[in-house]
């Protein structure tokens, strides 16, 4: 069956950096696109960035725009997102989901917390 | 301040019809399709409709659908205590080399 396994969360400084990795199985991984997607807490959902199947195409948020990496290994079934300079306001659980028209599936999300 | 609106709460009783609205714009919902998202607390969201108005395998009937212009709405006809969650619209949007936009989320209560 589908699964997407985050990792790579935990807590970091201000200005520091994170690199979270998304592990798929279940499906053919290099035919879908991606997004990142965070949650703050309490809050609600607001979409980080996409990859296209080939990693050619990517687009962030203002908020993470120049900041944030979006990437991908087709070999490894793998998505990644590298943060710098990570800010307060980046505290949030992150989750990856593969796009099938909408998010149809979804990983657990890894908490990520930025704070001194 | 989300791209998307929506009302923050929504509430019924059990066997009730409720609708929640989701309002957008030319550049997202007015030309592209809304998708709908269910989260329970604590969990992943999860796909409720796609395209506007089609069910995922295994979402009950009693969830729907619709879109007209830069509107969209989610009706749930015969409400159970299970449907108590957060749902969320959201739709591509054209402008600024294509990104994916949501609603703020609006928070059902089962009376």
């Known amino acids: 069956q589908v699964q997407l396994v985050e990792s790579g969360g935990g807590l970091v400084q201000p200005g520091g950096s994170l690199r979270l990795s998304c592990a798929a199985s279940?499906?053919?991984?290099?035919?879908?696109?991606f997004s990142w997607i965070r949650q703050a807490p309490g809050k609600g959902l607001e979409w980080v960035s996409y990859?296209?199947?080939?990693?050619?195409?990517?687009n962030y948020a203002d908020s993470v725009k120049g900041r944030f990496t979006i990437s991908r290994d087709n070999a490894r079934s793998s998505l990644y997102l590298q943060m710098n300079s990570l800010r307060a306001e980046d505290t949030a659980v992150y989750y990856c989901?593969?796009?099938?028209?909408?998010?149809?599936?979804w990983g657990q999300g890894t908490l990520v917390i930025v704070s001194s | 301040q989300s791209v998307l609106t929506q009302p923050p709460s929504a509430s019924g009783t059990p066997g009730q019809r409720v609708t929640i609205s989701c309002s957008g714009s030319s550049s997202n919902i007015g030309s592209n399709s809304v998708n709908w998202y269910q989260q329970v607390p604590g969990t992943a969201p999860k796909l409720l409709i796609d395209s506007n108005n089609q069910r995922p395998s295994g979402v009950p009937d009693r969830f729907s659908g619709s879109k007209s212009g830069t509107s969209a709405s989610l009706a749930i006809s015969g409400l159970q205590s299970e449907d108590e969650a957060d749902y969320y619209c959201a739709a591509w949007d054209a402008s600024l080399n294509g990104l994916w936009v949501f609603g703020g989320g609006t928070k059902l209560t089962v009376l």
């Open positions: 989901a593969r796009e099938s028209g909408g998010f149809d599936s």
């Open positions: 990859i296209s199947s080939s990693g050619d195409y990517t």
């Open positions: 279940g499906f053919t991984f290099s035919g879908y696109y």
